[in-house]
């Protein structure tokens, strides 16, 4: 269901970068400048912002040694989908742009692992809020965010659904961004 509604809302052409960013990881093992690019430009974030700026002005290899980590963290399968979260994103913490706020830095996250870990974006955490579901936005959100997913998850299971966190993710997107009545 949260998948056809994002269909109704969203191209089907839209998440073609986040597709094609997942498979270059899978390759290299890391991002680069132009990769963390194609995801401001999915997140839709402003380009012409002085954290970009420095984050241009840093060497590619640079780019790649923090993003590499984060990747490596994400992937690690003997830690909990929560301790990989947060593991990743702290990995990320180093770059301009990356040391607070965790929009841009969950996209990094779920590009490394895409069938592990999920995007966290304030209409998800809005959908949450709908739910009864209490995320703070002290440091390691995105951690506690994924802890929240997977108990979704466990819920959904419990009733017969197998989601996975990108689904998960999309529901609370699509129930974040309805009206409150």
């Not at 073609?16 to 890391?30: N, P, T």
């Not at 830690?79 to 996209?107: H, I, K, Q, W, Y």
């Not at 002290?138 to 108990?151: F, H, I, Q």
Request: glycine share 8%; proline share 3%.
């Amino acid at each position: 269901m949260a998948a056809e509604l994002y269909a109704i809302e969203v191209s089907t052409a839209y998440d073609e970068v986040v597709e094609q960013v997942i498979a270059r990881v899978a390759d290299a093992g890391s991002l680069g400048k132009l990769d963390l690019g194609a995801l401001s430009a999915w997140k839709r974030l402003r380009a012409d912002t002085p954290w970009m700026a420095r984050l241009m002005s840093r060497p590619e290899q640079e780019i790649r040694q923090h993003t590499e980590r984060a990747v490596t963290a994400a992937q690690d399968e003997s830690r909990t989908v929560a301790e990989a979260a947060v593991a990743a994103r702290s990995a990320l913490t180093p770059l301009p742009g990356f040391s607070n706020g965790d929009a841009l830095a969950s996209v990094v996250c779920f590009v490394a692992a895409p069938t592990r870990l999920a995007v966290y974006d304030s209409r998800a955490h809005s959908g949450l809020q709908q739910l009864g579901l209490v995320l703070d936005n002290r440091p390691g959100r995105y951690g506690r965010y994924l802890a929240l997913v997977e108990r979704c998850r466990a819920e959904l299971a419990g009733q017969g659904y197998e989601w996975s966190a990108r689904q998960v993710d999309l529901a609370l997107y699509q129930l974040g961004g309805q009206k409150q009545r």
